[in-house]
C-alpha cells in the first residue's frame, strides 16, 4: 500500500521557517518524481516545488529563492524548507509522488 505522511506543519510569525518532512512508503521517492503542492482557503491547489529522480528542480515562482525542495533516498524521506515565510504562504501542503499519489496535508500559517 502506497502511503505518503507529512509532518512539519504548524503556526510560524512572518520572516520565520519550517520544514515540511513527507514519509514515504510503499514507493521509492528516489526513483519517482516527488512534489509538495498548496491550497490555500477558496483557491485551487498548487505547485509549489518537485524533485525529478535525477535530482533536478523547479519551483513556483512566488518561493523561488525561499523554499528548497529535498531528498533523503535511505530514509525515503522528501523535505520542504521554507525560509522567510509571507502570511501568503498560509495554505495546506502536500506532498505529492508520480502526480497521482497524495498524502494528507499539513496544515502551514503564517501570522503577520
Known amino acids: 500500500q502506497v502511503q505518503l505522511v507529512e509532518s512539519g506543519g504548524g503556526l510560524v510569525q512572518a520572516g520565520g521557517s519550517l520544514r515540511l518532512s513527507c514519509a514515504a512508503s510503499g514507493i521509492r521517492s528516489s526513483i519517482n518524481t516527488m512534489a509538495w503542492y498548496r491550497q490555500a482557503p477558496g483557491k485551487q491547489r498548487e505547485l509549489v516545488a518537485r524533485?525529478?529522480?535525477?535530482?533536478?528542480?523547479n519551483y513556483a515562482d512566488s518561493v523561488k529563492g525561499r523554499f528548497t525542495i529535498s531528498r533523503d533516498n535511505a530514509k525515503n524521506m522528501v523535505y520542504l524548507q521554507m525560509n522567510s515565510l509571507k502570511p501568503e504562504d498560509t495554505a495546506v501542503y502536500y506532498c505529492?509522488?508520480?502526480?497521482?499519489?497524495w498524502g494528507q496535508g499539513t496544515l502551514v500559517t503564517v501570522s503577520s
Open positions: 505529492n509522488a508520480r502526480g497521482s499519489i
Open positions: 524533485i525529478t529522480t535525477f535530482g533536478s528542480t
